[in-house]
């Protein structure tokens, strides 16, 4: 009788070589780094902000809704008010601000703060309306946009 041997192969599992991986994380993330752009909100209106002294920066967060009033860029007379990314009627605003403030989550509803950036020329009754669209629809948190001076160093006599 012959003595039959079967031979059993093990079978492992092969190794992954993990030494190009830190490479390809960086390469992905650098690529993402590259395409991604950062919202904007273009402007469709004209303004010169004021100038303030006691300024403070604003962080750019999701909750902040940006209402720009000034001349229109069309080169059209008058005052056009732009709510983030649209011009709309001053009898409109209120109800843009409600939109923007709804599609919030309640916690954020809370931290909600309005961007005004207001021409220098604009008429301060214009301004007026505005601020009280903004306290009917509950956007109690407003700040207002200015720019520095500008910085002109006095010279010295001797």
Do not use: C
């Amino acid at each position: 009788m012959s003595i039959r041997r079967e031979r059993r192969m093990e079978r492992r599992i092969p190794e992954l070589n993990m030494a190009s991986l830190p490479d390809l994380i960086f390469t992905v993330l650098f690529f993402f780094m590259l395409v991604t752009t950062m919202r904007t909100v273009p402007l469709w209106i004209d303004y010169k902000s004021p100038e303030g002294t006691a300024l403070a920066k604003l962080k750019r967060s999701p909750t902040t809704l940006y209402i720009f009033i000034g001349k229109p860029s069309n080169e059209q007379g008058g005052v056009a008010v732009q709510v983030d990314d649209r011009v709309v009627p001053l009898a409109e605003v209120e109800r843009q601000v409600t939109v923007f403030r709804e599609q919030l989550l309640p916690d954020e509803q809370e931290q909600m703060t309005v961007s005004l950036k207001i021409d220098r020329d604009v008429p301060m009754g214009i301004v007026t309306e505005v601020k009280m669209a903004l306290r009917r629809a509950g956007a109690l948190k407003v700040h207002y946009g200015a720019s520095t001076p500008e910085y002109e160093p006095k010279h010295h006599q001797e």
